[in-house]
């Protein structure tokens, strides 16, 4: 492929990724704000990172810190709306197109590949997994796909393990998944387990031991990047006890029974079913397609049974969890399909037909265009005073600390679905000694205990359904 057709698959790629974000996720400009609680949390934390504080020490989220870092970049670019989040999740999934689009060159021409990428994004895009827009999941997908594009290209072309350079990328992928959300890691386990079999196989355990050198030397790289920078900063300890011991320890609902699976699974499939249907009818035909070598088929298979169990198996199993596995999607469009897609009257009817999808099928698209003076975090920040401090007390973020442009001023700034008795009492305890100026709940009033307030206003926000059904209460010290 020459230079020239690369820039041209780039820049469908990124001109169809900016298009259908801006009618699919609430970070676009289409939107008043990302009604999310998991967005504006780590929009707050970009801020407060921006503003000069540390994750983990000065403010407690239990993500990773690439998923703060690039929120922080976001929030040099806007800090008061979700801009900034719109141009960094267009450029992610521009990159993962892309990949995409290599991937599939292998079976069909840059046309084909580039209008498939665009109709299977579409899919990805309109599917629940995808929530609102700004997951952890969707800044993963190009790792991921690089992951398992060099899987396709490596495997594809030669019967023996992947090359050390190929092999150190994949490492490097997976360290960036490592410090975005290690519960994502599943399918670069399944990597492994398939490189390992084929090292062993082809030069015995001394080539086994090279490859996990290899790989774990690129993926060590963004770790040790981020632990000499938590090193400096006095907050090594804070990274691992709030990213590490806590999310394994305390974040679990407790054991999940077989039926639970069962019902996670479903709702995935009910969820997304385009998207679904197109990973794993392609990964099947892929599995039975005799053109391709026993190693990719080997490779594909590792890597989709352990990315399906981590989703599954290891935890709760969130609506958006899923979308890890979106990736898959775009391993299985044949020869055929792509004969089919090399005329340019198929390739525009997969392009209109995207946007089709994205601008009619996004389950967001109830918000697109909405007025933000209509929202209720839009109301409500007009109660707040100019440099007043705010506590979100119950719930996720609901927004109000990006709507009146205010920073937390304590270390826990929202009550976060983990068991942290220190979160807890701490909230409690800025409550008690009235230490905000004003103090935001949702669902549920204030305790009467905490009589140092006074309710001065109550609206209606969105909830998980997109329903106007989230009370919001706002107090203020008296």
């Known amino acids: ?55 983990y020490r000065d403010i407690y989220e239990q993500k990773g810190p690439t998923l703060y870092l690039l929120h922080m970049i976001a929030a040099c670019m806007s800090d008061s709306s979700f801009l900034g989040v719109y141009v960094l999740e267009a450029l992610s999934f521009a990159a993962a197109l892309c990949l995409a689009c290599r991937m599939m060159l292998r079976r069909m021409s840059a046309r084909a590949a580039c209008a498939l990428s665009a109709l299977l994004g579409a899919c990805v895009l309109i599917g629940g997994a995808f929530s609102r827009g700004d997951s952890a999941e969707e800044f993963c997908l190009p790792y991921l796909m690089a992951a398992l594009m060099l899987a396709h290209e490596e495997y594809g072309q030669h019967p023996g393990p992947m090359r050390q350079g190929a092999l150190f990328v994949c490492g490097l992928m997976a360290g960036m998944v490592a410090t975005i959300k290690f519960t994502i890691l599943g399918l670069f386990v399944g990597l492994c387990i398939a490189e390992g079999v084929l090292a062993l196989r082809s030069g015995g355990i001394r080539r086994a031991l ?27 300890g804070d990274m691992y006890t709030v990213y590490i011991h806590n999310n394994i ?166 009550r976060l679905n983990v068991n942290c008795e220190e979160m807890l009492a701490e909230l409690d305890r800025y409550v008690a000694e009235a230490i905000p100026d004003y103090v935001l709940t949702a669902w549920e009033p204030l305790d009467a205990k905490f009589d140092r307030y006074q309710l001065i206003a109550t609206d209606a926000g969105y909830d998980d359904r997109n329903r106007i059904n989230k009370l919001l209460y706002l107090y203020r010290r008296k």
Not at 15 to 23: E, F, G, I, K, R
Not at 210 to 225: D, E, N
Not at 301 to 322: D, E, I, Q
């Open 1 to 55: 492929m020459t230079r020239r057709e690369k820039r041209k698959i780039g820049l469908f790629c990124l001109t169809a990724s900016a298009v259908l974000l801006l009618l699919c996720s609430q970070c676009s400009p289409l939107y008043p704000i990302n009604v999310w609680g998991d967005a504006n949390c780590l929009l707050t934390v970009g801020r407060v990172m921006k503003a000069g504080g540390v994750v």
């Open 210 to 236: 090279m490859s996990a050198g290899v790989f774990l030397a690129g993926m060590l790289l963004p770790v040790l990047l981020w632990s000499a920078y938590f090193a400096a900063h006095g907050a090594l």
């Open 249 to 414: 320890f305390l974040y679990s609902d407790g054991a999940r029974t077989a039926m639970d699976v069962l019902h996670d699974v479903w709702d995935a499939v009910r969820g997304n079913a385009l998207w679904v249907l197109a990973a794993v009818g392609g990964v099947l035909a892929l599995l039975t397609d005799r053109q391709d070598r026993l190693s990719l088929r080997l490779s594909v298979l590792c890597m989709a049974a352990c990315a399906f169990a981590a989703v599954f198996l290891l935890g709760r199993t969130w609506p958006y969890s899923p979308l890890a596995l979106a990736v898959f999607a775009f391993i299985g469009p044949g020869r055929r399909l792509g004969a089919l897609m090399n005329r340019r009257a198929a390739c525009a009817a997969a392009c209109a037909l995207a946007l089709a999808m994205a601008l009619l099928f996004s389950p967001n698209a109830y918000l697109r265009g909405e007025d933000r003076e209509n929202l209720a975090q839009t109301r409500l920040a007009r109660y707040v005073h100019e440099g007043a401090t705010l506590l979100q007390y119950s719930h996720l973020d609901d927004g109000l600390y990006l709507t009146t442009g205010t920073l937390p001023q304590q270390k826990y700034f929202v």
